[in-house]
């Protein structure tokens, strides 16, 4: 299949629980490489200490602040990253802004190992949370967006690993064995590019991504 690019939209990374926006060095420079402009900020607090709603605000902030008002971009948000993401796009307008939205190893369903805090952001992230279950009710809505869970079945801060699974959109599994390699891997980084490069619906996406 013929694949016609477009114009690329900026991307903006956004980092998970205790991380900052260090934690995409590689993946940063190996998209500017390849031609695209990309953004990350650092979430403050980054360890919980806030929910994820707070922190949703300050992506919200970094955009109104960053870009034109009639700029799309591209989000992909890692771990905690991909939620608070999420609570931008579902909740603060985000659906308006962006294009292609990918959440790498994010717990949308929850993860056991929230329960080692009571971290307010910890305690959002817990499975059936009040905060994932309001989340989740409308996750139609990403429905309208270019929107991509990639994960690993490996995954041990993901627990169970399954909870990165969506019912809307598409979904790529990466078969590394931990958790931060989501973001190194040679194939997950070329898994990113090719979301990011695709033109909606007119490109197939394997649901594998093999080595």
């Known amino acids: 299949m013929n694949i016609e690019n477009q114009q ?3 991307v903006l990374l956004i980092h998970g ?22 953004h990350a900020l650092n979430l403050v607090p980054n ?7 707070e922190l949703a605000k300050q992506v919200s902030d970094y955009v109104t602040a ?13 771990s905690m990253g991909g939620i608070v993401s999420r609570y931008y ?28 805090s009571r971290r307010p952001g910890c305690v959002q992230m817990r499975p059936d949370s009040i905060f994932l279950k309001d989340l989740n009710s409308d996750a139609v809505i990403l429905g309208q967006l270019d ?5 690993t079945p490996y995954d041990l801060m993901i627990v169970p690993a399954n909870s990165s699974q969506m019912s809307v959109g598409s979904q790529v599994i990466v078969p590394v064995p931990l ?14 590019k090719i979301l ?4 909606k619906i007119k490109l197939p996406l394997l649901e594998k991504a093999s080595s």
């Not at 629980?17 to 695209?36: C, K, P, S, W």
């Not at 360890?47 to 709603?53: A, H, P, Q, S, Y």
């Not at 929107?147 to 994960?151: G, K, L, R």
Request: glycine share 8%.
């Open 89 to 116: 796009v579902q909740r603060l307008g985000g659906i308006n802004r962006v294009q292609r939205f990918i959440t790498i190893s994010s717990p949308h369903h929850g993860t056991v190992v929230a329960y080692a």
């Open 147 to 151: 929107f991509t869970s990639i994960w």
């Open 196 to 199: 990011l490069e695709r033109i």
């Open 179 to 192: 958790h931060p390699w989501m973001l190194t891997d040679s194939r997950s980084l070329a898994v990113v």
């Open 47 to 53: 360890n919980g200490d806030v929910g994820l709603d």
């Open 17 to 38: 629980i205790d991380d900052t926006e260090a934690v995409f060095h590689q993946m940063r420079n190996y998209l500017i490489q390849r031609g695209l402009s990309v």
């Open 8 to 10: 690329s939209n900026p």
């Open 66 to 78: 960053t870009f034109a008002s009639e700029q799309r971009l591209d989000l992909v948000g890692f």
